[in-house]
């Protein structure tokens, strides 16, 4: 008996499964079927050659489904429902002629609305489009209903929308592609080109598989070409899809059949940080090298969620509970965003000036922008939705109302170095101050140096270095040392400046205090000698100068002590005592002169950039 009945059970699985696959196969769906998400090895409903196929594909977050109609390889064009379902989840094709999506508690997550029109099957044709019909006629399409995919041989007509979150895409009775969001702000739209002198009466929008969207209307014969794909006309098995992503960029998308890879080949918005909204409310974007961006105007604000930077900014005090008073933040090189039909009532021509100042002292302003390109055009925005964009290629500045104290972000760098910590000061400044006092020091004892010894046939100005490595001889530095402190002593400047320059206009306060720092730079003891920096206030006269102690041959007399390497230094200017007695004739004095001048150049630059730095900071 029970071998009796298996070969009919068994028959009659086999029997189901062919017809199973035969329907499969035609491409047609029967009343009554039901995929199950959680059921992996469960053939999705294909298309007759199986391009396309209906089913469960993983939404990317663990026990998580969207139910998709997909191109060979996985690539999703159409969604059941806006929101992923878990794994319980069924989509079902009811005997009533419904399509429904259930999830696991037993919820509609999202139906055709075809239940008692008639719909007595369904198919999904191999160019992805899934119909209901009733006898030959289609009821309901996915073509017809688009998510926020258009595939080739779908067309997109004027009352369609593709949509995806705030974001939405239409095509408007002008015959211009629009991008909105929230349905409000236009923040893209296009026409065809100015060569196409039409008006549209019914458009609608196609992609060719080669990759060209075109703009259909009986005026045009043939259609008009809106865009063309990179790899246009390429050919490959490829799907050429246009698809309205969740950044709010339109593009086009190619994607090899089987690869379930789409690679982006055109976007209406080029810079992605002009698609409005896209880092969220009081969000910043900007770009580094490898795409945008999502930040916030100051720490005044804080993300809202910390996982996710394109959900945007808060205040962390509110400017109606600020403590104190509110004052502007100010950000250069930024625009918030202004489109359609938001620019109305909030445009004002006013200076940079009066475009922050009269929106700190207007309630109903909560930040500003001045373009400052030249139109003259501030903008105010009111409290609602306000999206940023910072470039160092935008010219626009814009304020932001927060409470006072204005807590600017960290410079990148600081960012790079750790916690900052009050290091507030770029290496590069460090480099460029070390590098200015060097020069000018290394100038300035060449410059004496030279002063006396350029008579000397042994010297050159090349050889200056040979002369440094010659120099052994402690005695003829001390004796140097000895004679032109004296000389200072007795108020002869003179004597030790070369007598070239006694005739000429020279700053002899200058020359003083270069004198009394080369005294205090070869002090013996190397606590006695000046920091670089000091060095530097010195020179440059913001720090008075105290009488230099006699050199140490002086006090102590001439005993040849050893030299270190830390009195190097000192030895360049004391080179020269072999030849004590000043002569004429120079031209390296005024190259000395000129470098150590330059020196100071360098120097005061810095200096006023740590003055500006502060102020800096407070850019974005
Ligand atoms: C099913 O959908 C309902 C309504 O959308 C929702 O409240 C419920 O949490 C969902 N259940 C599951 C398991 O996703
Ligand atoms: C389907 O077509 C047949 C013949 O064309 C017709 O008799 C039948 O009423 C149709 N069914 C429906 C539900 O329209
Ligand atoms: C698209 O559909 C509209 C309305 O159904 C129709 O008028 C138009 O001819 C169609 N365009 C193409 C290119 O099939
Ligand atoms: C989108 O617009 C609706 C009204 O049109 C509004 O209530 C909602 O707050 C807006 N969304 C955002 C994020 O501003
Ligand atoms: C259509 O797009 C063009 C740019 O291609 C633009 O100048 C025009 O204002 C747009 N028209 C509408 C009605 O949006
Ligand atoms: C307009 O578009 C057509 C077709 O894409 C192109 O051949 C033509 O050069 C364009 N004209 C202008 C002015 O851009
Ligand atoms: C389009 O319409 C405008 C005004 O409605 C008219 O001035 C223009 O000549 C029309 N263009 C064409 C090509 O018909
Ligand atoms: C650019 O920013 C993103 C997001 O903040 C980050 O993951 C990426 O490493 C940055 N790239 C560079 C080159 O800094």
Redesign the pocket.
């Known amino acids: 008996m029970f071998l009796q009945i298996q070969p009919r059970s068994l028959f009659l699985v086999v029997f189901l499964l062919v017809a199973a696959k035969a329907s499969e196969a035609a491409g047609t769906i029967a009343p009554g079927s039901t995929l199950d998400a959680s059921n992996a090895n469960q053939a999705p409903w294909s298309s007759p050659s199986s391009t396309f196929s209906l089913g469960f594909i993983s939404s990317g977050l663990p026990n998580s489904f969207i139910a998709a109609i997909s191109y060979s390889g996985g690539v999703p064009i159409w969604k059941a429902g806006s929101t992923p379902v878990d794994s319980a989840a069924s989509l079902q094709f009811l005997s009533s002629g419904a399509l429904r999506l259930v999830n696991g508690s037993g919820s509609t997550v999202w139906d055709s609305g075809t239940a008692g029109k008639g719909v007595s099957s369904a198919s999904l044709e191999d160019t992805g489009k899934l119909s209901l019909l009733r006898n030959e006629t289609v009821v309901w399409s996915s073509f017809d209903n688009p998510t926020d995919t258009v595939v080739p041989s779908q067309n997109f007509t004027t009352g369609m929308v593709l949509q995806s979150g705030l974001y939405s895409f239409r095509l ?1 009775s ?1 015959g ?1 592609l ?1 991008l909105r969001w929230n349905d409000s702000i236009v923040y893209f ?3 065809l080109n100015s060569s196409y002198d039409v008006n549209m009466t019914s458009p609608s929008l196609g992609i060719q598989n080669i990759g060209i969207l075109s703009i259909f209307d009986p005026s045009l014969s043939g259609g008009g070409i809106m865009a063309y794909s990179n790899d246009y006309a390429e050919n490959r098995d490829t799907l050429r899809y246009l698809k309205l992503d969740d950044d709010g960029n339109l593009r086009i998308y190619s994607s090899d059949r089987g690869s379930g890879t789409p690679i982006p080949r055109w976007a209406a918005v080029e810079d992605q940080c002009e698609v409005f909204g896209y880092c969220g409310n009081m969000g910043i974007c900007s770009y580094n090298d490898t795409g945008t961006i999502c930040g916030c105007p100051s720490q005044n604000f804080e993300l809202v969620d910390p996982k996710d930077s394109r959900k945007g900014c808060k205040r962390k005090v509110e400017t109606v509970n600020c403590p104190g008073n509110p004052t502007m933040l100010d950000m250069q090189n930024t625009q918030f965003l202004t489109y359609p039909p938001e620019t109305e009532s909030q445009i004002f021509f006013v200076g940079i000036s009066a475009c922050r100042s009269n929106c700190l002292v207007n309630p109903s302003c909560d930040a500003s922008t001045s373009l400052s390109d030249g139109t003259g055009l501030c903008y105010f925005k009111t409290p609602g939705f306000i999206s940023g964009y910072q470039s160092p290629a935008l010219p626009s500045s814009s304020y932001v109302k927060v409470c006072s104290p204005v807590d600017p972000n960290p410079s990148p760098n600081e960012q790079l170095t750790g916690k900052g910590g009050g290091w507030r000061i770029h290496p590069w400044v460090v480099a460029v101050v070390v590098i200015g006092t060097i020069l000018g020091l290394v100038a300035l004892e060449g410059s004496l140096w030279w002063w006396c010894c350029r008579n000397s046939p042994k010297f050159g100005v090349l050889s200056a270095h040979y002369a440094l490595l010659e120099y052994a001889s402690e005695t003829r530095r001390q004796k140097f040392c000895v004679w032109a402190y004296e000389e200072f002593e007795k108020g002869n400047i003179k004597a030790i400046l070369d007598q070239r320059l006694a005739d000429q206009e020279v700053d002899m306060e200058q020359v003083v205090r270069a004198i009394k720092v080369s005294f205090w730079c070869i002090q013996e003891q190397p606590s006695h000698r000046p920091m670089m920096s000091k060095v530097v206030q010195m020179l440059e006269g913001i720090t008075e100068i105290e009488r230099p102690p006699a050199p140490k041959a002086l006090t102590e007399g001439s005993n040849g002590s050893s030299m270190t390497v830390s009195s190097n230094i000192s030895a360049f200017s004391t080179t020269a005592a072999s030849v004590p007695a000043p002569s004429s004739s120079s031209s390296f004095q005024i190259a000395g002169v000129s470098v150590y001048a330059s020196g100071k150049n360098i120097e005061r630059a810095s200096s006023s950039l740590l003055r500006s730095y502060p102020e800096g900071q407070s850019q974005f």
Do not use: K, L
Request: glycine fraction near 14%; charged fraction near 0%; charge should be neutral.
């Open positions: 408007i002008s211009n629009t739209t296009q026409g």
